[in-house]
């Protein structure tokens, strides 16, 4: 699938229904463009929305209304196979859980995404361990995720997105529980990343990202774009 320019985000509205049956809103007529090598950052208090929009954003979830065109391809619109693979073409993922497949081992979870989409580069197991050996995570190629503390899991996670090197990256509080120097490798790999062209939407709580700029900052707390 052609890469993408340009994302538009167009009156993206979700709500999610609460134990009483009633509507609460999360966000509301979203509109804004981001380019490529853009930084969108996603601030406001715990259980504002800021995961929510992410999922929303990468077609994990369905909005109520609106659109998220990466390019002129409508995510919104396409079929659950087209999106996946998409998704996997096209995003990379570093959260604070969940970053890995449990049924696969770590060099697995770094060529997952590409192999997925039938994509996988000719040697990708020299290139996911010479990326693994970047992260300082090659001994442990053939451990399970369960082996793993969190910092590793997260190290693991960003080879994954080395590896697939996607136009994309979505961060969610990539270094919450990480020490200083986890934390560091993600936030430089991250802005590497972006220095090549790689558009990132954030959230975060670290100070450690206090002097990044980004394009916008979307404040899901007030709704408030700037
Ligand atoms: N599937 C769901 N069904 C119902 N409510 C949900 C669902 N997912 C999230 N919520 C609610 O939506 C709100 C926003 O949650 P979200 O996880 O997006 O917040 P957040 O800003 O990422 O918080 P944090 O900073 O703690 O990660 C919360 O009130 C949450 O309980
Ligand atoms: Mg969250």
Known sequence: MASFERISVKSLTKSFENSSGGKVTIFENVSFELGKGGILRLSGASGSGKTTFMNVMSGLIKPDSG????????????????????????????????????????????????????????????????????????????????????????RVAVARVLF?????????????????NSSELVKNTLLELNKKGTTLVLTSHDSIFDDIKPDIDFNLETGVLS
Do not use: W
């Open 164 to 180: 697939a090197d996607p136009p994309l990256v979505f961060a969610d509080e990539p270094t919450a529980s990480l020490d200083r």
């Open 67 to 154: 659109s998220i065109f990466f390019g002129n391809i409508d995510i919104t619109n396409l079929s659950e196979g087209k999106k996946d693979r998409f998704r996997a073409e096209n995003i990379g993922y570093i959260f604070q859980t969940f970053n890995l497949l449990s049924p696969f081992s770590v060099l697995e979870n770094v060529y997952a995404p590409l192999a997925f989409a039938g994509k996988l580069p000719e040697n990708y197991k020299d290139k996911a361990l010479d990326l693994l050996d970047k992260v300082g995570m090659k001994e442990f190629s053939a451990k399970m995720p369960y082996h793993l503390s969190v910092g590793q899991k997260q």
